[in-house]
């Protein structure tokens, strides 16, 4: 990849500057005189263009916010080598472009109030995508699918169709759009988001989500080990109708669902969640306490 030359940046013999760039950003300095190039990383990777005696150009790439320090010092005279001070900003990451036919499973633990546990597997097939890259996924478990959910093309959930027991299926939709994840994701990064859940049953809620992309680490799960982003999202439901609930019957039930999530930065694909439910009021023993899953398909 060509570099692109740094305009109005310039650095003497003995000197020091600094630069901001994104990580990934290709950065191109050349120097009048021969030098010799060195540089400390600190974290971050460099991809090489081309590093001779009068040109560094280098692709640098780094999960988290970084320092990268290149000296510049002359073959002739060693004595006034030139500073340059780079800030890397974390590296974002966009939403995967789906594939028709993409599967992912999930092995799933749930515990509920009375501490009974249960596991379920389920696995989410990419089924349809729109002219507008929007789509579809399936989910279904033990082979049969349970329902349907339709999303945006950066895979926020427009609307969710369960399939009924009884026979017939059971629309939900979430308006605007319930963006999980808000891309592009990086490091560092906050988020926010409401919207209002309403479904042709009857039932009916408003979510306030935060979300906050608080690291990189490694992760191992069923499907392997992978590099990811650690987010915390916090999800605050109020005027629900349930009527299991404290205030249900009169729409006001609220609760909590707090979750630390992964986002495999490679895989391009969500690697799974530790959730706690908390109630506002008292909460039937058969209502979820706490949910685990886990990527468990390559």
Known sequence: MAGVAVGGFSVA??????????????????????????????GATLTPGTIDSTTWDVRIVSPLARTVTLTATSTVDGSKPATVTIAVAAQRYAATVQTLGRISTYAQTNVFNDNSQEGVSYTNTVVAINADASYSVARSVNGAVTSTVNNTTTGARVSRNFVLNSGGTNLCTYTPPRAFFDYPLYVGKSYASTWNYQCAAGYRESGSLRGEVVGFESITVPAGTFDALRINVTIDYTNSNDGNLTGGATGAAAYRVASVCWWGVAAGRFLGCDETYTYTGIAPPNYLKTVTYRLSSP
Do not use: K, Y
Not at 14 to 20: F, N, T, V
């Open 13 to 42: 013999n003995g000197g020091s500057g600094s630069l901001s760039v994104q990580s990934s950003d290709q950065i191109r300095l050349t120097s009048t005189s021969a030098v010799n190039w060195t540089s400390t990383l600190n």
